[in-house]
């Protein structure tokens, strides 16, 4: 089966720009992740839907971050305006449900810097 | 809360010789443990996960891990290094149950770098 597709691989912009990254999730996986994985530490949870539904959204910072899920399948990551923190790889990854003994699923990343 | 301390962020290791990743977690509920590797430039690929039942987890690549209640531990091991093991690895705590229970938290990983 196909995996989680993510895209841009990469992208390069300037501070105060915006930026939107686009998750294709796993055919019929419910749950959808957003990760922000800093260079040197372990991915950190932004954003996590049920369906098209936010479950915990606890650790995004909503002053400049936002993120949908259209019709309970693809998802975009928005970032406006962009700071150099942001500099990042964010990482999308999908999930049949929320229960805890369910894998998740990872696409290969977009890896924005900011300058 | 919960929370992942994987001790050594890098760890070099000869070809042929014993892999061992260390991983402590705290959680107040029983946990679910995972581990991940993350080869350059890639995402995040599941190598094993411990759920219930038994406490000693094979996973893919000749990797297994066990879980030690006592100890808060789940180390990952490999009887013998292969250069293609050369990776980023993360250990991870889910909450076996209660609110935001999909939420994985994970450590802040080991270089394994494997010498010829």
């Known amino acids: 089966e196909a995996g989680v597709a993510q895209s841009p691989r990469y992208k390069i912009i300037e501070k105060r720009q915006s930026v939107a990254f686009w998750c294709n999730p796993i055919?019929?996986?419910?749950?959808l992740y957003w990760y922000q994985q800093i260079l040197g530490q372990g991915p950190k949870l932004l954003i996590q839907?049920?369906?098209?539904?936010?479950?915990?959204d606890s650790q995004l910072p909503k002053d400049r971050f936002s993120a949908e899920r259209l019709k309970g399948v693809d998802s975009t990551l928005k970032i406006q305006p962009a700071k150099l923190e942001d500099s990042a790889v964010y990482l999308c990854?999908?999930?049949?449900?929320?229960?805890?003994?369910?894998?998740?699923?990872f696409g290969p990343g977009t890896r924005l810097l900011v300058l | 809360a919960q929370s992942v301390t994987q001790l050594g962020s890098h760890v070099s290791v000869s070809e042929g010789a014993l892999v061992l990743l260390r991983c402590n977690y705290s959680?107040?509920?029983?946990?679910?443990l995972f581990w991940y590797v993350q080869y350059p430039n890639q995402g995040l690929q599941l190598l094993l996960k411990?759920?219930?039942?038994?406490?000693l987890v094979k996973g893919i690549n000749g990797f297994e891990a066990e879980f030690k209640k006592s100890e808060t531990s789940f180390h990952l091991t490999k009887p013998s290094a292969h250069m293609s093991d050369a990776a980023e690895y993360f250990c991870?705590?889910?909450?076996?149950?209660?609110?935001?229970?999909?939420?994985?938290?994970f450590g802040q990983g080991t270089i394994l770098t494997v010498h010829p």
């Open positions: 991870a705590v889910k909450r076996a149950g209660g609110t935001s229970y999909g939420k994985l938290t």
């Open positions: 959680s107040s509920v029983p946990p679910y």
């Open positions: 055919s019929g996986h419910a749950t």
């Open positions: 990854a999908s999930s049949l449900g929320d229960r805890g003994r369910e894998t998740q699923y």
């Open positions: 839907f049920q369906n098209n539904g936010v479950v915990d």
């Open positions: 411990y759920t219930t039942g038994a406490t």
